[in-house]
């Protein structure tokens, strides 16, 4: 009898350790992160690719699946990712099966200025370096040589930007040491005298109506210069 209750004994605590080890492989598979997904939103998806975010991810001292889910940081882990100078910002979900899903939305180049070394002016007005994936076609800005300069020069970029004629035509900003800034257009051979930014908006308006006239008499080719630093006019100089 004394064996037999042996053996009931050593067959209990087997399937007491079995239980247990089943158990806590369950509760292990159920906390762990399952899947990490990427996702590139917006228009600007060309800058850094999935595989060198997800190499962002493996170099950080905590590679995402190999943390619990239940004490994975999504805050510090969209920190992270926003600290890349391709990138605008993040955002990281997780669902209760444990698929990570983390939305990324990346700069977004203006111009490219030309500079030891060149770099994008975002959207932002900020610096953002060169891509090693993507060279964006974009406007060039020559002569920038101070955050000032940049400044100066943002505001006219912005205003580029949002018109669809300039944002077509425009190909080079220039700006001297006195912060006068002019520019050249796509298949235009003359160069635009902008001057400073003061009344901006009446000069590119007096510009676009210059422009559509000269064309519709074919007189483009003509002037070397158009000047638009003189008050409610264009001055052409051929």
Same mark, same amino acid.
């Given at each position: ?23 806590? !492989? ?5 906390? $762990?992160?399952? %899947?990490?997904? @990427? *996702?590139?939103? =917006? ?64 700069? !977004? ?5 030309? $500079?030891?070394? %060149?770099?994008? @002016? *975002?959207?932002? =007005? ?77 000069? @590119? ?34």
């Amino acid at each position: 009898m004394r064996k037999h209750w042996n053996y009931i004994k050593g067959l209990i605590l087997l399937t007491v350790v079995l239980f247990l080890y089943a158990f806590t !492989s369950i509760r292990n598979n159920d906390s $762990a992160i399952r %899947s990490v997904n @990427i *996702d590139f939103i =917006g228009e600007n998806t060309l800058y850094i690719s999935k595989a060198n975010v997800d190499k962002m991810l493996i170099q950080n001292h905590e590679y995402v699946q190999c943390v619990d889910k239940e004490i994975l940081d999504l805050k510090a882990l969209e920190i992270k990712i926003s600290d890349n100078a391709m990138i605008e910002s993040a955002e990281a979900y997780l669902n209760v099966k444990g698929d990570l899903r983390i939305e990324i939305e990346q700069r !977004s180049p203006l111009a490219r200025v030309v $500079a030891n070394p %060149s770099y994008y @002016i *975002d959207q932002q =007005g900020k610096r953002m370096p060169l891509s090693e994936e993507y060279s964006a076609r974009v406007l060039l800005v020559h002569g920038v040589d101070s955050e000032s300069y940049l400044k100066a020069v943002y505001k006219l970029l912005k205003a580029i930007d949002a018109d669809a004629f300039l944002k077509l035509y425009t190909t080079d900003l220039m700006i001297d040491a006195d912060q006068q800034i002019s520019m050249r257009l796509r298949d235009c051979s003359f160069e635009v005298l902008i001057g400073d930014l003061e009344r901006l908006d009446q000069k @590119i308006k007096n510009f676009k109506a210059f422009y559509q006239k000269a064309k519709k008499d074919k007189l483009l080719k003509r002037y070397k210069t158009v000047n638009l630093k003189f008050n409610q006019q264009v001055v052409c100089i051929k």
